[in-house]
């Protein structure tokens, strides 16, 4: 299972992120799978941000509960992030990651699958 995440680089303030995960190898719908969107801002550890099961209950971290949405495209395989209303402080690497089976969303090492991240920037 290989995961890429794909998205803008760049996003203004009070702007909603979007980005993309493809998943190939597998169906994100396979029994299961949990998908996962994590980040890491500059200087932090990682963050766990929200998950997407395979039958499409969603998951979020209460601290950004309000500003996260987590959905998926299963006719190509992806799952996607929007995070909005975001401020310079959302500037971090961007990962998207999988886990088979049910598991602790911020033990790191407990996924299975992680794409490579993507640096997203906030900034006018």
């Known amino acids: 299972v290989q995961l890429q995440e794909s998205g803008p680089g760049l996003v203004k303030p009070s702007q909603t992120l979007s980005l993309t995960c493809t998943v190939s190898?597998?169906?994100?719908?396979?029994?299961?799978?949990?998908w996962s969107w994590i980040r890491r801002s500059p200087g932090q550890g990682l963050e766990w941000m929200g998950t997407?099961?395979?039958?499409?209950?969603?998951y979020y971290s209460p601290s950004l509960k309000s500003r996260t949405s987590i959905s998926r495209d299963t006719s190509n395989n992806q799952f996607t992030l929007q995070l909005s209303s975001v401020t310079p402080e959302d500037t971090a690497v961007y990962y998207c990651?999988?886990?088979?089976?049910?598991?602790?969303?911020?033990?790191?090492?407990?996924?299975?699958?992680w794409g490579q991240g993507t640096q997203v920037t906030v900034s006018s």
């Open positions: 997407i099961a395979y039958s499409g209950s969603t």
């Open positions: 990651a999988g886990m088979t089976g049910w598991g602790l969303w911020e033990q790191w090492n407990e996924y299975d699958y």
């Open positions: 190898g597998d169906s994100i719908t396979t029994n299961p799978y949990y």
